[in-house]
T-cell receptor
Framework: GAVVSQHPSRVICKSGTSVKIECRSL??????MFWYRQFPKQSLMLMAT?????????EQGVEKDKFLINHASLTLSTLTVTSAHPEDSSFYIC?????????????FGPGTRLTVL | AQTVTQSQPEMSVQEAETVTLSCTYD???????LFWYKQPPSRQMILVIR??????QNATENRFSVNFQKAAKSFSLKISDSQLGDAAMYFC??????????????FGQGTILTVHP
């Protein structure tokens, strides 16, 4: 149990286009989902926290107009990179927090590699 | 603000030997959780072990154990009988149990572990 999927696993797009990444919790309802960005051999940097039915909370320095997050249901959150540029190329990882229980553990998706040409 | 520091960018160990990865942290909260995650080349984040701060007993999961020193804010990971499959990047992470940063994971910089046959 506690599987989180991401789609697509990798995407290549042209500069100026928008790309949508989906994050789904397959076998549980996620009260909260998190979006991270990771550069090669570096740590995960939290971009934003999304709760179902409400606006996402962005971390300092993250452009909310560039990285649009929608948490439409308890099992789906999407990250849209608008007007992507080469510097947006990175590995994007989502995690979903299962509600209930003491620890409320987060479960991670397999990540999406975005390459902007 | 909470911080997590991993001072060892890289570590190596011989197969079947023991290795310890270091982690220190800082938080103003009294109730929190600590985690070690493994990220193999596939980039999938895998939970290795977790520790509740209110528990004095060190967590153990098969070959993985921690040395949790709350006063020193230290949380090291010991891998015994190292296996080739343990080779990965390891992240130490902290999550407050409450407060404004509830649910957010703060990651350390990561330690790349190489296992030599």
């Amino acid at each position: 149990g506690a599987v989180v999927s991401q789609h697509p696993s990798r995407v290549i797009c042209k500069s100026g286009t928008s790309v949508k990444i989906e994050c789904r919790s397959l076998d549980f309802q996620a009260t909260t989902m998190f979006w991270y960005r990771q550069f090669p051999k570096q740590s995960l940097m939290l971009m934003a926290t999304s709760n179902e039915g409400s606006k996402a909370t962005y971390e300092q320095g993250v452009e909310k107009d560039k990285f649009l997050i929608n948490h439409a249901s308890l099992t789906l959150s999407t990250l849209t990179v608008t007007s992507a540029h080469p510097e947006d190329s990175s590995f994007y990882i989502c995690s979903a927090r299962r509600g209930g229980g003491q620890i409320n553990e987060q479960f991670f998706g397999p990540g999406t590699r975005l390459t902007v040409l | 603000a909470q911080t997590v520091t991993q001072s060892q960018p890289e570590m190596s160990v011989q197969e079947a030997e023991t290795v310890t990865l270091s982690c220190t942290y800082d938080t103003s909260e009294s109730d929190y959780y600590l985690f070690w995650y493994k990220q193999p080349p596939s980039r999938q984040m895998i939970l290795v072990i977790r520790q509740e701060a209110y528990k004095q007993q060190n967590a153990t999961e098969n070959r993985f154990s921690v040395n949790f020193q709350k006063a020193a804010k230290s949380f090291s990971l010991k891998i015994s009988d190292s296996q080739l499959g343990d080779a990965a990047m390891y992240f130490c992470a902290l999550r407050n149990a409450g407060g404004t940063s509830y649910g957010k994971l703060t990651f350390g910089q990561g330690t790349i572990l190489t296992v030599h046959p």
